[in-house]
């Protein structure tokens, strides 16, 4: 029995010092959680500035498509009435505006790709993010419990219970030892009390007496 309490001894401070050199995992988790916050805010303003090129993209194409409409009106009205300077130059500068839209929409549509592609990178951390937190309290009851069974297997590694039982079989001399004191004072104190005089009962002689005689006449006759 000696050699395995030892070894079990040995064996679980073994343990204890490969656990007081890892990492605390319930840190660990707090931390993993933060790098992930801010992994998260970083994200969300990205996806806020991409929303905010998106919406100035949504604007120039609106102000340009005004100015193509309205050069190609000015055009027209430039040719019905014989100014084809100014018609030419109406259609210049709408020819420009074209360009210009054509290369702005091109712009925006690879702006929404990204915008979609944000969304669904903020939604997937999020969605990461809230696993975790409920992973997390998993692991923190599982880290509680090895904890727990741990400190319970240190206690019992290092409690003897031969020692309690020679404990109790102690206590129980100690009490003996008590009740026997306690025994031979009151027998001292029954033979130092002064003897009470015992009397008859002057109501109840005559029915004792009855019974007295009942009793006598049931006895055998002695030769």
């Known amino acids: 029995m000696g050699i395995f309490k030892r070894l079990k001894g040995i064996a679980l401070a073994d343990i204890n010092s490969v656990i007081d050199k890892m990492e605390d995992p319930i840190s660990m988790l707090n931390q993993y959680l ?21 919406k100035k993209y949504e604007c120039i194409l609106t102000e340009t498509e005004g100015i193509v409409s309205k050069r190609a009106r000015q055009a027209q009205l430039a040719v019905e009435k014989n100014e084809d300077e100014i018609a030419k130059l109406a259609l210049q500068d709408k020819i420009t505006n074209e360009k210009k839209l054509a290369t702005t929409k091109e712009a925006y549509e690879t702006t929404k790709k990204q915008t979609t592609t944000l969304y669904g990178q903020v939604k997937k951390l999020k969605e990461t993010y809230e696993e975790l937190q409920r992973k997390k309290l998993i692991l923190i009851s599982r880290a509680n419990a090895a904890q727990a069974s741990n400190q319970v297997n240190q206690t019992l590694a290092s409690f003897s ?63």
């Open 34 to 54: 933060r790098d992930l916050e801010v992994e998260i805010e970083k994200a969300e303003k990205s996806l806020a500035n991409q929303l905010f090129i998106e």
């Open 161 to 223: 219970p031969e020692n309690a039982v020679r404990g109790f079989a102690r206590m129980e001399d100690q009490i003996l030892n008590l009740e026997a004191k306690a025994s031979a004072a009151q027998s001292i104190y029954e033979m130092k009390r002064p003897q009470e005089a015992i009397y008859l009962d002057k109501i109840l002689q005559e029915e004792v007496q009855l019974e007295f005689d009942k009793l006598k006449r049931t006895q055998p006759e002695t030769v």
